[in-house]
């Protein structure tokens, strides 16, 4: 039985987010958003700041100094972040969700080697590297066409493993310390058994960010190309066994809710949205009154609250359910399809609501617009995840009790 009770462990941190977002994230942002340089534009002071407050490190497990948060608390606090900026919640929020990945598939020793470095460090952000310029969503789906896909090579050469390959639209790109990177141990096969996953320093001999992507939206974090040239990584920096990161990447968008925790922070996107058109709706006088009092208006925001709290709970009940053992794996992808579909119709309604105030650069709301548009894309394109989903159908088996005999009958002309 789902329970949404928070704990008030749960409740603390939301407040202790949401003013934060508030207060730092919301002014931060609407300087940084302006930079014309993306390479620019990032504010450390927002890491440090969050840092202190435990958000950064707040799928940590307590034993190495973090929150040890689960899923559900992470997409609720991912959520109040994304309601102050959604580019700086995405560079706390990639950084949860790959700690929470190197802490249940690393083994002992790299927990107790990685974790006190990460803690200690205010501003060690990580960054995980799937996306090539030649292979996006093939990676996603997986395409399992032999040699296709992701090509990014790791070769074995002694105990060190060499890495060849460039990588494209790196979340954290260019501000991470450290990169979950997948790479291919062998050219030829399918992605399924294909694929390696290791832990790179940003400062590795051969590492280099090769672009810093202006980006239409999600201004306030970088996006990065990149280059890995004879990169040299030591075996024991190996995440996971040779040739299984494919099964640690579903893992990763499913058990560990990366595609719930991008859900997550794209609906603080569209919360904002609703509260600066129920704020102008009172205010806003046409006709006589407030624009509040015309029911197409109300209706309107009565539609948005609508939507919203019912992607919050797909989001949560998906959260609630990660990594169990009867997790539906349609519904961890779906409900990030869902929740960025909501953000980007009640911006779209906010913005009608705010008519041609909205549509001024002046107003906050413009900004939302565009950063509710990344997450169509980001951690996979919706249609791609719905397509995923999609394939865990199954046929009907005429014994089951939901089996309509008469509907057969009906499909088969009779
Ligand atoms: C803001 C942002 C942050 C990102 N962060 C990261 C990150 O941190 N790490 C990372 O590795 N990647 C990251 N990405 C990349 C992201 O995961 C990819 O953009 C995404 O997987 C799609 O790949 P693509 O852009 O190459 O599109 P393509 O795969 O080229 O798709 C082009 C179009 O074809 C469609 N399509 C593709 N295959 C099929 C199919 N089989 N059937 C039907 N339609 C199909 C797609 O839906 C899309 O409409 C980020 C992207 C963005 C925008």
Redesign the pocket.
């Known amino acids: 039985m789902v329970d949404f009770l928070l704990t008030p462990r749960q409740e603390e941190l939301r407040s202790i987010a949401k003013k934060f977002a508030i207060e730092v994230m919301i002014p931060s942002a609407e300087k940084a958003d302006r930079e014309p340089d993306p390479a620019k534009s990032f504010d450390w002071n927002v890491v440090r700041e969050g840092s202190r407050l435990g958000l950064r490190t707040l799928t940590i497990p307590k034993e190495f100094g973090g929150e040890g948060a689960n899923v559900e608390t992470a997409a609720m606090i991912g959520e109040q972040l994304a309601y102050g900026d959604l580019g700086m919640a ?1 560079a706390f929020d ?1 950084t949860w969700k790959i700690l929470t990945a190197v802490c249940r598939v690393a083994n002992d020793a790299q927990r107790k080697r990685w974790l006190p470095l990460i803690v200690e460090d205010d501003t060690c952000l990580m ?7 030649t ?7 997986p ?1 399992q066409e032999p040699g296709k896909g992701m090509q990014m090579r790791a070769e074995k050469k002694g105990d060190v493993w060499v890495l060849n390959g460039t ?7 260019g501000l991470a310390k450290y990169y979950m990177v ?1 790479t291919r141990n062998d050219p030829d096969g399918p992605l399924r058994t294909s694929l390696t996953s290791f832990m790179v320093s940003a400062d590795a001999p051969g590492f280099e960010v090769t672009e810093v ?1 202006d ?1 239409l ?2 201004r306030c ?1 970088q ?1 990065g190309t990149l280059q890995f040239t004879n990169v040299e990584v030591p075996d024991s920096d190996r995440v996971g066994e040779v040739g299984n990161a494919a099964q640690i990447g579903t893992e990763f968008l499913l058990g560990y809710g990366s595609n719930i925790q991008a859900g997550a922070t794209v609906l603080g996107v569209a919360q904002r949205a609703y509260d600066l058109s129920v704020q102008y709706a009172f205010e806003r006088e046409q006709a006589g009154g407030p624009i509040i009092n015309h029911q197409i208006q109300r209706t309107r925001l009565a539609r948005m609250a609508m939507q919203i709290t019912a992607a919050r709970a797909y989001i949560m009940q998906s959260a609630w359910s990660a990594g169990r053992p009867d997790q539906d794996p349609m519904h961890a992808s779906l409900c990030k399809v869902f929740a960025s579909e909501v953000a980007v119709h009640v911006c779209q309604q906010a913005l009608e609501l705010w008519a041609a105030a909205g549509y001024m650069r002046k107003n906050p709301l413009e900004k939302l617009i565009r950063d509710a548009q ?2 169509l ?8 995840l719905a ?1 995923k989903a999609g394939n865990y159908l199954m046929k009907p088996d005429p014994s089951d009790l939901v089996y309509s005999k008469r509907a057969a009958e009906a499909a088969a002309g009779r």
């Not at 960054?127 to 310029?133: D, L, M, N």
């Not at 990588?167 to 790109?173: A, E, F, L, W």
Request: aromatic share 10%.
């Open positions: 995405v990639q960054g995980i590297c799937s996306t090539e310029p292979a996006g969503s093939e990676n996603i789906l395409y990588k494209r639209y790196i979340s954290n790109g997948r992507w980006k939206g999600q974090v996006n990344s997450f894309h980001s951690d996979g394109t919706n249609d791609v397509l």
